[in-house]
């Protein structure tokens, strides 16, 4: 291992040394916030390595030398461009928690730690090239998770963590099981050699991908990764550990875990996958998740009471419509436009986490003051936190795609690269369910601007979580009205996949 | 991003947004909330008139352009920011102008969370001004929807009765009809390669469409159908009026109806001319209907201001007769039915606005709406009531007033090509005649009630939209070239292209 392989590798190894770091100090440091702070603040060395990376590394990374530990990971814009995302994500997760922890009596550094952990675990995950790698920085990023979504130590978090645990095995069994069938007749885990040989099966057999086996395999591949982005049918688990969950975790959960979970689709689908007249294939398949993630999403959401659950739902109708992205991705594929579905993927993903966890930094914000998650408890809040209400307000609109926000850029690029790929039925679908979750989420606002206030105390936050409501607020305005910056990022993430 | 043009345009979209922004974060007292988008809406008033007069009419086209084509590149996709106005636009900016300012003089005694309901009304102001400016299509769709929200928040917030249902219901119609349009706008897009609604019209012609042409009119149509409105989308719009305060119904009737309208001739008419000579007999039945059925459930109200909406409904009905004069008369197709329709869309804007302002101060004055229950309210507010005879009788189509300039301009250009048709939506104007008449004889004449012996007249204050509103109905009436001019000019291009098409239909 040279020194340019630890320079590749240095966001991931330097989150790993502040976890350990940070659970080194708590043995000898007795104010705890302090610590939590402290990690916050240190997620500036690997967002400082992400952006010095994203910087040096050229556009074509196959020209340079970017593939670490014997070629299994690969340190392109597409990875770095998600190791930003869940740097900021965790950075967030952090800011709003710094209350959150005074609900746990012990382990409170332990909490931001193990967050820390599954971040590294998604870096991996966006970077790897090899299905036995993938493997382990997907468990590297789940089981953190398990435990955190445990750490509320009550009977929800309980059942919340065990459905986890144990639907994430069957999930990752599938996982598993596919990949052996891709192994087993490609003879190879890396995903490049994995395109080359079925192009070589295929072009000897006439049937699908040169065997129905395999065709079976990446069936099991897309329940596998259908569990970690909760599409419908493989989303069963995520509500209840949505609600169950401490609400910073919840947080993460459905920004970062799922856009890990698209960064390996897009990843080996493009890689692994991508010849043409195959790729036909896939398309109908993530059209069909779509549709139904969208509609299950939106049509369950309606009748919830619960905030916390009301965005589980929202974040399964999120997933459909970045899975409509997905799909016209596929029907492109090999096309002359085929960036357009990727990178409209990947601002889907920036935005979506920009606005939800906007929505998430109030509902924890206001929740850490009335402890309650009742939507009937958000009544006039406009009274009682017009900030706050505002800004929860506004994300809400993003989530429906209503301008002047990101919800609505995004929303019109991923429905264009539909269109563009011939899915019109799709979009149509896809708009029908945009003014299905208009009525839940205005009604989330017609509670906060119309209903009377239950008490006139007005809700005080401290300054980490009024910051990272700002900032997301300011992110889902900025990237609203002037998003030539992040769709250039974007773009220039999603070309590495071709190169 | 590079910038063209003068600003001039920008200025008068934005300037009400930035009002709005600067009483949100800056303005505490509830007083100087009012100065301030007083002071705004005049100078943005202003700015309307500017756009309007600085339109050079012998020059014709499109002009005021402001222009930043790198707003949002998308690789191909690419979004530009794009404003400017042509004949058709001109004065659907002064009218958005006009009332915007009525608007915020109506709403002078709010006293309820004063400092947010005049960010949202401002905010309006802002989307719908945008609307009729905006050239490019996903520009243009922005600020569509942008307008649903404050629209959620004035009619839930401020609003009477059942307000919270009528305000989702807004919502859900109006996002329904634009989620279609959206894709519309997309497949239009993906087949031509551009958003530019000035090029669009020709780059239509021979563009193989992704999708049958038919359907596209379709998904774009039902947004403006639903804004329009026309039977049988039109359920939202009773409920909304009834339910909204006063300057929010003079917005909504005024000019957001307006948009629905401004939508079938800048798109439908322009860029699909086959499909519209193909759907104008649609359009006339749908039209006549929007007209009859109208009339005939207003002459049912006892509720005013519902009156005034269902009226509405009566109204917009003769825009969709005057378009659908565009099948023409043996290939040759007049302009005279679709100025028509323009100019309905412009004075209906006045009158109407007229109307629910007159209605606003009865209201506010004899604390109650239901006919039965007023009468002769003349002695003790002659100023209100003269202000509302006006109206009345504009809105009836009396000769001198506005009303009756579009009206005449509908029937000489539908009469041609319908024939039978106009004359039934002709007898609309009788049943007009006999509800407003009748309203006004029940409401403001007959013997003065004792109850209502000590209400007050207009205030000076309440004074001033009046004043504009009903000058800007006579001035109209007496001297329609100065609005007219501007649509034939505005329509040219439209009536040119579907004189080709109408022939092309001749021919098969």
Same mark, same amino acid.
């Given at each position: 291992?040279?020194?340019?392989?630890?320079?590749?590798?240095?966001?991931?190894?330097?989150?790993?040394?502040?976890?350990?770091?940070?659970?080194?100090?708590?043995?000898?440091?007795?104010?705890?916030?302090?610590?939590?702070?402290?990690?916050?603040?240190?997620?500036?060395?690997?967002?400082?390595?992400?952006?010095?990376?994203?910087?040096?590394?050229?556009?074509?990374?196959?020209?340079?030398?970017?593939?670490?530990?014997?070629?299994?990971?690969?340190?392109?814009?597409?990875?770095?461009?998600?190791?930003?995302?869940?740097?900021?994500?965790?950075?967030?997760?952090?800011?709003?928690?710094?209350?959150?922890?005074?609900?746990?009596?012990?382990?409170?550094?332990?909490?931001?730690?193990?967050?820390?952990?599954?971040?590294?675990?998604?870096?991996?995950?966006?970077?790897?090239?090899?299905?036995?790698?993938?493997?382990?920085?997907?468990?590297?990023?789940?089981?953190?998770?398990?435990?955190?979504?445990?750490?509320?130590?009550?009977?929800?978090?309980?059942?919340?963590?065990?459905?986890?645990?144990?639907?994430?095995?069957?999930?990752?069994?599938?996982?598993?099981?596919?990949?052996?069938?891709?192994?087993?007749?490609?003879?190879?885990?890396?995903?490049?050699?994995?395109?080359?040989?079925?192009?070589?099966?295929?072009?000897?057999?006439?049937?699908?991908?040169?065997?129905?086996?395999?065709?079976?395999?990446?069936?099991?591949?897309?329940?596998?990764?259908?569990?970690?982005?909760?599409?419908?049918?493989?989303?069963?688990?995520?509500?209840?550990?949505?609600?169950?969950?401490?609400?910073?975790?919840?947080?993460?959960?459905?920004?970062?875990?799922?856009?890990?979970?698209?960064?390996?689709?897009?990843?080996?689908?493009?890689?692994?996958?991508?010849?043409?007249?195959?790729?036909?294939?896939?398309?109908?398949?993530?059209?069909?998740?779509?549709?139904?993630?969208?509609?299950?999403?939106?049509?369950?959401?309606?009748?919830?009471?619960?905030?916390?659950?009301?965005?589980?739902?929202?974040?399964?109708?999120?997933?459909?419509?970045?899975?409509?992205?997905?799909?016209?991705?596929?029907?492109?594929?090999?096309?002359?436009?085929?960036?357009?579905?990727?990178?409209?993927?990947?601002?889907?993903?920036?935005?979506?986490?920009?606005?939800?966890?906007?929505?998430?930094?109030?509902?924890?914000?206001?929740?850490?003051?009335?402890?309650?998650?009742?939507?009937?408890?958000?009544?006039?809040?406009?009274?009682?936190?017009?900030?706050?209400?505002?800004?929860?307000?506004?994300?809400?609109?993003?989530?429906?795609?209503?301008?002047?926000?990101?919800?609505?850029?995004?929303?019109?690029?991923?429905?264009?690269?539909?269109?563009?790929?011939?899915?019109?039925?799709?979009?149509?679908?896809?708009?029908?369910?945009?003014?299905?979750?208009?009525?839940?989420?205005?009604?989330?606002?017609?509670?906060?601007?119309?209903?009377?206030?239950?008490?006139?105390?007005?809700?005080?936050?401290?300054?980490?979580?009024?910051?990272?409501?700002?900032?997301?607020?300011?992110?889902?305005?900025?990237?609203?009205?002037?998003?030539?910056?992040?769709?250039?990022?974007?773009?220039?993430?999603?070309?590495?996949?071709?190169? | 991003?590079?910038?063209?043009?003068?600003?001039?345009?920008?200025?008068?979209?934005?300037?009400?947004?930035?009002?709005?922004?600067?009483?949100?974060?800056?303005?505490?007292?509830?007083?100087?909330?009012?100065?301030?988008?007083?002071?705004?809406?005049?100078?943005?008033?202003?700015?309307?008139?500017?756009?309007?007069?600085?339109?050079?009419?012998?020059?014709?086209?499109?002009?005021?352009?402001?222009?930043?084509?790198?707003?949002?590149?998308?690789?191909?996709?690419?979004?530009?920011?794009?404003?400017?106005?042509?004949?058709?636009?001109?004065?659907?900016?002064?009218?958005?102008?006009?009332?915007?300012?009525?608007?915020?003089?109506?709403?002078?005694?709010?006293?309820?969370?004063?400092?947010?309901?005049?960010?949202?009304?401002?905010?309006?102001?802002?989307?719908?001004?945008?609307?009729?400016?905006?050239?490019?299509?996903?520009?243009?769709?922005?600020?569509?929807?942008?307008?649903?929200?404050?629209?959620?928040?004035?009619?839930?917030?401020?609003?009477?009765?059942?307000?919270?249902?009528?305000?989702?219901?807004?919502?859900?119609?109006?996002?329904?009809?634009?989620?279609?349009? $959206? *894709? #519309? =706008?997309?497949?239009?897009?993906?087949?031509? !390669?551009?958003?530019?609604? &000035?090029? %669009?019209? +020709? @780059?239509?012609?021979?563009?193989?469409?992704?999708?049958?042409?038919?359907?596209?009119?379709?998904?774009?149509?039902?947004?403006?159908?639903?804004?329009?409105?026309?039977?049988?989308?039109?359920?939202?719009?009773?409920?909304?009026?009834?339910?909204?305060?006063?300057?929010?119904?003079?917005?909504?009737?005024?000019?957001?109806?307006?948009?629905?309208?401004?939508?079938?001739?800048?798109?439908?008419?322009?860029?699909?001319?086959?499909?519209?000579?193909?759907?104008?007999?649609?359009?006339?039945?749908?039209?006549?209907?929007?007209?009859?059925?109208?009339?005939?459930?207003?002459?049912?109200?006892?509720?005013?201001?519902?009156?005034?909406?269902?009226?509405?409904?009566?109204?917009?009905?003769?825009? $969709? *007769? #005057? =378009?659908?004069?565009?099948?023409?008369?043996? !290939?040759?197709?007049?302009? &005279?039915? %679709?100025? +028509? @329709?323009?100019?309905?869309?412009?004075?209906?804007?006045?009158?109407?606005?007229?109307?629910?302002?007159?209605?606003?101060?009865?209201?506010?004055?004899?604390?109650?709406?239901?006919?039965?229950?007023?009468?002769?309210?003349?002695?003790?507010?002659?100023?209100?009531?003269?202000?509302?005879?006006?109206?009345?009788?504009?809105?009836?189509?009396?000769?001198?007033?506005?009303?009756?300039?579009?009206?005449?301009?509908?029937?000489?250009?539908?009469?041609?090509?319908?024939?039978?048709?106009?004359?039934?939506?002709?007898?609309?104007?009788?049943?007009?005649?006999?509800?407003?008449?009748?309203?006004?004889?029940?409401?403001?004449?007959?013997?003065?009630?004792?109850?209502?012996?000590?209400?007050?007249?207009?205030?000076?204050?309440?004074?001033?939209?009046?004043?504009?509103?009903?000058?800007?109905?006579?001035?109209?009436?007496?001297?329609?070239?100065?609005?007219?001019?501007?649509?034939?000019?505005?329509?040219?291009?439209?009536?040119?292209?579907?004189?080709?098409?109408?022939?092309?239909?001749?021919?098969?």
């Amino acid at each position: 291992m040279t020194a340019h392989d630890l320079y590749l590798l240095s966001p991931e190894l330097s989150m790993v040394g502040l976890a350990t770091a940070l659970l080194l100090l708590d043995l000898f440091v007795a104010r705890k916030s302090l610590i939590l702070g402290l990690g916050v603040v240190g997620l500036i060395v690997p967002l400082g390595f992400t952006i010095a990376l994203w910087f040096t590394i050229g556009d074509d990374s196959a020209a340079e030398n970017t593939g670490v530990l014997a070629g299994t990971l690969v340190v392109d814009k597409f990875a770095l461009f998600f190791k930003f995302l869940f740097i900021g994500a965790v950075a967030v997760v952090g800011l709003i928690s710094v209350d959150y922890v005074q609900r746990f009596e012990r382990f409170r550094t332990e909490f931001f730690a193990l967050a820390l952990y599954s971040a590294t675990g998604m870096m991996l995950m966006a970077a790897t090239v090899e299905l036995i790698t993938l493997y382990i920085s997907l468990e590297l990023s789940s089981l953190p998770l398990v435990a955190l979504a445990a750490f509320l130590r009550d009977g929800r978090s309980s059942e919340g963590a065990m459905k986890f645990l144990v639907l994430g095995g069957i999930s990752s069994a599938i996982l598993l099981y596919g990949m052996v069938y891709v192994f087993g007749f490609t003879g190879t885990t890396y995903l490049d050699e994995v395109a080359a040989r079925i192009g070589d099966l295929s072009a000897n057999s006439d049937q699908p991908f040169g065997s129905y086996a395999l065709l079976l395999g990446i069936a099991l591949l897309i329940a596998g990764f259908g569990f970690k982005i909760t599409a419908v049918p493989f989303q069963m688990w995520a509500p209840d550990v949505y609600e169950g969950s401490p609400t910073p975790v919840t947080a993460f959960l459905s920004v970062a875990s799922k856009a890990a979970g698209f960064a390996i689709i897009l990843r080996v689908f493009y890689v692994a996958f991508p010849v043409e007249e195959l790729s036909i294939e896939w398309s109908a398949v993530f059209a069909a998740l779509a549709a139904l993630s969208m509609t299950v999403g939106n049509l369950v959401a309606i009748a919830q009471s619960n905030i916390k659950r009301l965005l589980a739902y929202s974040t399964i109708a999120h997933g459909g419509y970045l899975l409509v992205g997905l799909a016209a991705v596929a029907a492109r594929t090999g096309g002359d436009e085929v960036d357009f579905g990727p990178s409209g993927v990947l601002f889907y993903l920036a935005g979506y986490a920009v606005m939800n966890l906007a929505a998430f930094s109030v509902v924890i914000a206001i929740s850490n003051h009335i402890n309650s998650d009742a939507i009937k408890d958000y009544a006039g809040m406009a009274k009682r936190a017009p900030y706050l209400a505002a800004a929860l307000a506004f994300a809400l609109l993003s989530l429906t795609g209503i301008p002047p926000t990101v919800g609505f850029i995004a929303k019109v690029y991923v429905f264009g690269a539909a269109v563009n790929a011939g899915l019109e039925w799709l979009v149509v679908v896809g708009v029908i369910n945009s003014v299905i979750s208009a009525y839940y989420y205005f009604s989330v606002i017609k509670v906060m601007y119309l209903s009377s206030p239950q008490s006139d105390e007005p809700i005080l936050s401290r300054f980490p979580i009024r910051l990272a409501v700002g900032v997301t607020t300011v992110g889902v305005l900025v990237f609203g009205v002037y998003p030539i910056v992040l769709l250039d990022i974007a773009k220039a993430a999603a070309q590495a996949l071709f190169s | 991003m590079d910038f063209e043009g003068n600003g001039l345009l920008t200025a008068t979209v934005f300037l009400p947004l930035v009002g709005a922004l600067l009483i949100a974060v800056l303005v505490r007292n509830n007083r100087h909330v009012r100065l301030v988008a007083g002071a705004t809406i005049v100078i943005d008033l202003l700015l309307s008139v500017l756009v309007f007069t600085a339109y050079d009419l012998a020059k014709g086209g499109v002009q005021l352009v402001d222009r930043a084509p790198g707003w949002i590149p998308i690789d191909s996709f690419k979004v530009e920011y794009f404003l400017g106005v042509d004949g058709l636009s001109a004065p659907m900016v002064l009218l958005t102008g006009l009332l915007g300012f009525v608007a915020i003089f109506a709403s002078w005694g709010i006293k309820e969370r004063v400092r947010e309901y005049f960010v949202w009304l401002l905010i309006l102001q802002t989307a719908v001004m945008g609307v009729f400016t905006a050239l490019d299509f996903i520009l243009f769709f922005l600020l569509w929807e942008l307008e649903m929200v404050p629209m959620f928040f004035l009619i839930s917030i401020w609003g009477s009765g059942r307000r919270e249902y009528s305000a989702m219901k807004f919502l859900i119609f109006t996002f329904l009809g634009s989620a279609f349009m $959206l *894709v #519309g =706008i997309l497949i239009i897009f993906f087949s031509t !390669g551009t958003f530019d609604m &000035v090029e %669009l019209p +020709g @780059a239509m012609q021979g563009a193989k469409l992704l999708a049958p042409a038919w359907l596209v009119f379709s998904l774009i149509f039902v947004a403006f159908a639903v804004k329009l409105p026309v039977w049988p989308v039109h359920t939202w719009l009773p409920d909304a009026h009834t339910d909204a305060p006063t300057a929010v119904s003079i917005m909504l009737a005024g000019v957001l109806l307006k948009m629905g309208g401004y939508g079938m001739l800048r798109v439908s008419a322009a860029m699909f001319p086959d499909v519209m000579v193909d759907a104008a007999k649609f359009l006339i039945v749908l039209g006549v209907i929007n007209v009859i059925y109208g009339a005939i459930v207003t002459l049912r109200q006892t509720d005013m201001k519902r009156l005034v909406a269902f009226s509405s409904i009566s109204h917009m009905g003769y825009v $969709l *007769v #005057g =378009i659908s004069s565009v099948v023409g008369v043996a !290939g040759v197709v007049s302009p &005279v039915g %679709l100025t +028509g @329709a323009a100019m309905q869309m412009f004075t209906h804007g006045t009158i109407t606005g007229l109307m629910f302002l007159m209605v606003g101060l009865a209201y506010e004055k004899a604390h109650t709406r239901h006919i039965p229950d007023l009468g002769g309210l003349a002695t003790r507010m002659p100023i209100i009531a003269v202000g509302f005879l006006i109206a009345g009788l504009a809105s009836l189509g009396l000769p001198g007033t506005s009303g009756f300039v579009s009206e005449i301009l509908i029937f000489l250009g539908t009469f041609p090509v319908w024939g039978w048709w106009t004359g039934v939506a002709a007898f609309g104007v009788v049943i007009t005649a006999g509800y407003i008449l009748w309203m006004l004889q029940r409401t403001m004449f007959g013997p003065q009630l004792p109850r209502f012996s000590d209400v007050r007249d207009a205030t000076k204050m309440e004074m001033v939209p009046v004043v504009a509103l009903v000058a800007a109905v006579l001035v109209v009436g007496i001297y329609p070239a100065i609005i007219s001019d501007y649509f034939s000019e505005g329509l040219t291009g439209i009536v040119n292209s579907i004189q080709q098409s109408a022939q092309l239909a001749m021919a098969q």
